[in-house]
C-alpha cells in the first residue's frame, strides 16, 4: 500500500461520516455508527499500514542507499573496513526478511508455502514495490557513474522494465554454518591456489559423490563396483518456481525452461559436506541473462532438498568459496530504458522485496572506461546467508585471479603511443583485497601486454607475477610514418612477442621484468607457476610449433631462462607433476591430434621426457575437466575420438620415464563435462550418461 492508497481510504472515511450526518435523512443510531464505523475504519488503517511497513520503507527510501556514507556521490575507492561495518549490518539487516520458500522440505521440515493466501499477500507486494522502484531514475549521488556512461555513448536505449523484472532473487539465505572439522570433506578439485576452492561439475565426502547430472544434482554412495545413487533433485523445478515467484505481472507465465536455456552449472560444498551451493547461469531469467545460486541441503544424501534460491541479473562469471565464504563474480551490462529512464546504469540486488542498487560508495570507477560492463563481486555469509559486501568495478574483467586475501581482475585495451608511432596491448590489474568482513580497494597495476586467463597470474612470497602477450602494430600519426618495429615492414602489420612482470604488493614498484623473451610471432598459450618458477608455453599456432620456457626467479635481479627449443604443438595447460616433472596438455602436429607430454628441468634445459599422442581425437580445453594424480602418476580426460566418446587414463613411470594408456573405455557424454576421482585403486568417472566404477591397475 502506498501513500496515494491511504490518502483515498481516509478520504472515503470522511466520506461516509458526513453521509451518515446529512440531515436530510437522519437515523437514531447514527451517532453510535458514526464512531463504530471511524473506529473500525481506523483501526483497519493502522492493520494495514503495520502489514505493509515493508514495503512503504523501501518506496519512502527509494533513493537513498542501504549503507551509511558521507561521500556517496563522491563515489571513493574503497579504502577502510571499519568504517563501512555499520552500513553492511544494514545489508544484513535489509535482508533478514527476504526469505523465499523452499519447495521440497523433507518430513518433519517447516514449509512456509503452505499458506497460499500469504503467498499471494506477497507476491502483490512485491509487484507494487518492483514496478515503482524500476521506474525510479537514479539519485544525485549516483551523477558521476550517470556522467561516465553518458559521456562515453555507452548505454543505449534498450528493454523496456518487464525484462528485467525477473532477473532478481532473494541474495538473503547464503550457505549453511559449518563449524565441524574436515573430516568428511574431500578435495577433488585441482585448485590454481591452496585453500581458495574454485567451483565445479562435481565433489564429495568420504562416502558420497555430487554431480551435476543435465539440470539435476545427483548423489551416489561411494561403494566400488556397488555404488549406485541414492539422491537426485531437479534445479530446474526451482528456477521455474523462483520465475514465477518474481513474476510481477508484466511477464508471460513461465512453463517452458529446459536444459538448453541452462548455460552453465557449477557446485561448492561446505566444508562439513551437508549444504550444496549450485550456481548457475539461466539465459531464461531474463532477456539480460541471471545468475541463479540454489542453496540444497544434502544432509541426508537419501532425502536433499533445496532451501533457497537467489538471483542477480547479469552473466556468470566465477565463484571461489574461502573460509566458510561464497565469492560469486558476476558481470553487470548497463542500460537505459526506452523512456529514457536511466536507472539500468548500476547493478542492482534484490532485497527485502524489492530492487536496491549497489550502494554508491562501492563503486569504484576507473580513470578511462572501454564498456559499460561491471564486474561484481558479492560477498555471501556462511553462517547466517546475508550479503556482507559488494563491491562493484566499472569496467570489465577478462580475468579472474584469486589469492587467499585478494582478487585481481584484469583489464584488456589497446593504447597509442604517438611518440613512436604505435599501437599496442595494455593491461590494468585492479586489486581488492578481502577477509571475513568486506572488500577494500587495494591499487591498481598497469603493464604492457595482454592477460590470457587467471594461471598467468600468481602470488608468491609478497610479489605478483604476471606473464602478457605483447601485441604492437605501426600506426600513422599525423600523416607521418615512422619504422619503428623490427620485422614489421608495413602499416597494420603486428609484432607480438612475451613478456614477464613482477611486483612488489607492498609499494605496487616493478621489482622485475623480462621482455620479448620468446621469438618474434609467438603468443602465450598456456602459464604455470610453481613457487619460485614459472614455466611458459609459447606458439605460432598456425604454425603448430611449440617452445617451453623455464624461469627461475629465486633473484629477481638476476632471473634465469632455458627453454626446449621448438617442438611440435602446443601446451593449452602446463601442470605441475611433481617430483621436478611438468605435464603438458594440448595439441600435436594438428588441432585435431591430442597430445600429452612430459618435461623436466635439467642442467639449465628443459628438455621432453615422454609424449603420448592420439589422432582424430577432440578433448575438453578446461583445466578442471583433467583428473590428475601427481603421487600415482595419472592423467585422466574425456575424449572423442573418431566420433567414439571415451575416457582415457594415461600413466607416467617416474623411474623409466614412460607414458603408457592403462584405460580407454567407451564412456558416452561430452568431453566437457567428464569428471574423475581416484578411490581405493578404483576410478570413479562420472558422466552424463551414468557414473562408471573401473579399477585401475598401477605400479
Not at 155 to 163: A, G, H, R, V
Not at 451 to 480: A, C, F, M, P, W
Request: aromatic residues 8%.
Amino acid at each position: 500500500m502506498n501513500n496515494k492508497n491511504v490518502n483515498n481510504m481516509l478520504m472515503q472515511i470522511d466520506d461516509e461520516y458526513i453521509s451518515e450526518a446529512n440531515p436530510e435523512k437522519p437515523k437514531k443510531t447514527s451517532f453510535v455508527k458514526k464512531y463504530i464505523w471511524k473506529n473500525i475504519a481506523a483501526c483497519l488503517v493502522v492493520v494495514l499500514l503495520a502489514t505493509n511497513i515493508v514495503t512503504l520503507i523501501p518506496l519512502f527510501n527509494r533513493n537513498e542507499p542501504n549503507l551509511d556514507t558521507e561521500n556517496g556521490d563522491i563515489l571513493p575507492p574503497i579504502e577502510d573496513n571499519t568504517e563501512n561495518q555499520e552500513g553492511l549490518d544494514d545489508v544484513e539487516n535489509n535482508v533478514q526478511d527476504a526469505v523465499l520458500p523452499p519447495s521440497t522440505l523433507p518430513e518433519g521440515s517447516t514449509d512456509n508455502e503452505g499458506s497460499t493466501d500469504n503467498e499471494s499477500a506477497e507476491s502483490g507486494k512485491l509487484e507494487e514495490s518492483t514496478s515503482n522502484a524500476l521506474l525510479t531514475p537514479l539519485s544525485s549521488e549516483y551523477d558521476k557513474v550517470v556522467e561516465k556512461l553518458e559521456e562515453n555513448g555507452y548505454c543505449k536505449e534498450d528493454q523496456l522494465k518487464e525484462e528485467i523484472q525477473d532477473s532478481m532473487g532473494d541474495l538473503k539465505d547464503g550457505l549453511e554454518k559449518n563449524e565441524s572439522a574436515l573430516e568428511n570433506y574431500v578435495e577433488v578439485t585441482d585448485n590454481q591456489v591452496n585453500g581458495v576452492i574454485e567451483a565445479d561439475l562435481f565433489k564429495r565426502t568420504e562416502s558420497h559423490i555430487f554431480y551435476i547430472q543435465g539440470t539435476s544434482l545427483v548423489i551416489y554412495e561411494i561403494n566400488g563396483a556397488s555404488s549406485s545413487m541414492v539422491g537426485k533433485i531437479s534445479l530446474i523445478e526451482e528456477l521455474t518456481r523462483i520465475k514465477n515467484k518474481l513474476k510481477n505481472g508484466f511477464s508471460d507465465s513461465i512453463e517452458d525452461i529446459d536444459g538448453e536455456e541452462i548455460s552453465y552449472l557449477e557446485m561448492v560444498l561446505s566444508q562439513d559436506g551437508k549444504t550444496i551451493t549450485v550456481v548457475t547461469q539461466a539465459d531464461e531469467l531474463n532477456y539480460f541473462e541471471g545468475v541463479a545460486i540454489t542453496t540444497i541441503s544434502v544432509e541426508n544424501p537419501e532425502n536433499p532438498y533445496i532451501k533457497n534460491t537467489r538471483a542477480v541479473l547479469g552473466k556468470y562469471i566465477t565463484t571461489r568459496f574461502i573460509n566458510n565464504q561464497l565469492i560469486v563474480i558476476t558481470e553487470y551490462e548497463a542500460f537505459k530504458d526506452s523512456k529514457g529512464l536511466n536507472y539500468g546504469y548500476v547493478p542492482m540486488v534484490y532485497t527485502n522485496g524489492d530492487f536496491e542498487h549497489v550502494p554508491a560508495d562501492r563503486i569504484y570507477m576507473p580513470e578511462s572506461i572501454n564498456s559499460a560492463n561491471y564486474t561484481v563481486i558479492t560477498m555471501l555469509d556462511q553462517s547466517k546467508g546475508n550479503i556482507k559486501d559488494i563491491y562493484a568495478y566499472l569496467d570489465l574483467g577478462s580475468s579472474v585471479y584469486v589469492s587467499n586475501n585478494t582478487i585481481y581482475l584484469s583489464k584488456f585495451d589497446t593504447v597509442t603511443d604517438k611518440s613512436l608511432s604505435i599501437e599496442k596491448s595494455e593491461s590494468t590489474l585492479t586489486l581488492i583485497g578481502y577477509d571475513q568482513y568486506s572488500f577494500t580497494h587495494k591499487g591498481i597495476l598497469t603493464f604492457d601486454g595482454e592477460i590470457k586467463n587467471q594461471y598467468s597470474i600468481d602470488e608468491y612470497n609478497g610479489i605478483l607475477r604476471v606473464v602478457t602477450t605483447l601485441r604492437e602494430k605501426k600506426v600513422t600519426i599525423n600523416d607521418e610514418i615512422e619504422d619503428v618495429l623490427a620485422g614489421v615492414d608495413d602499416i597494420g602489420d603486428e609484432r607480438t612477442n612475451v613478456a614477464l612482470f613482477c611486483f612488489d604488493l607492498k609499494t605496487l614498484n616493478k621489482v622485475c621484468e623480462i621482455r620479448n623473451f620468446a621469438p618474434d610471432g609467438e603468443e602465450v598459450q598456456s602459464v604455470r607457476f610453481d613457487k619460485n618458477y614459472v614455466y611458459v608455453c609459447t606458439a605460432i599456432v598456425v604454425k603448430m610449433t611449440d617452445p617451453v620456457f623455464f624461469i627461475d626467479l629465486t633473484d629477481l635481479d638476476n632471473p634465469k631462462i632455458s627453454q626446449t627449443g621448438e617442438i611440435d604443438g602446443y601446451s593449452i595447460s602446463l601442470v605441475n607433476f611433481g617430483n621436478g616433472y611438468l605435464l603438458g596438455i594440448g595439441y600435436g602436429a594438428s588441432t585435431t591430434t591430442l597430445k600429452i607430454e612430459i618435461y623436466k628441468e635439467e642442467n639449465g634445459e628443459v628438455i621432453s621426457v615422454a609424449t603420448y599422442e592420439a589422432t582424430n581425437t577432440r578433448f575438453s580445453e578446461d583445466y578442471k575437466a583433467y583428473f590428475i594424480d601427481r603421487e600415482k602418476g595419472l592423467i585422466g580426460l574425456g575424449v572423442t575420438e573418431s566420433n567414439v566418446q571415451k575416457y582415457i587414463v594415461l600413466s607416467f613411470n617416474k623411474s623409466t620415464e614412460t607414458l603408457d594408456l592403462i584405460l580407454n573405455e567407451n564412456i558416452n557424454g561430452s568431453y566437457n563435462l567428464k569428471r574423475a576421482t581416484l578411490i581405493d585403486n578404483e576410478l570413479y568417472i562420472l558422466s552424463p550418461s551414468g557414473l562408471y566404477v573401473r579399477e585401475l591397475v598401477t605400479e
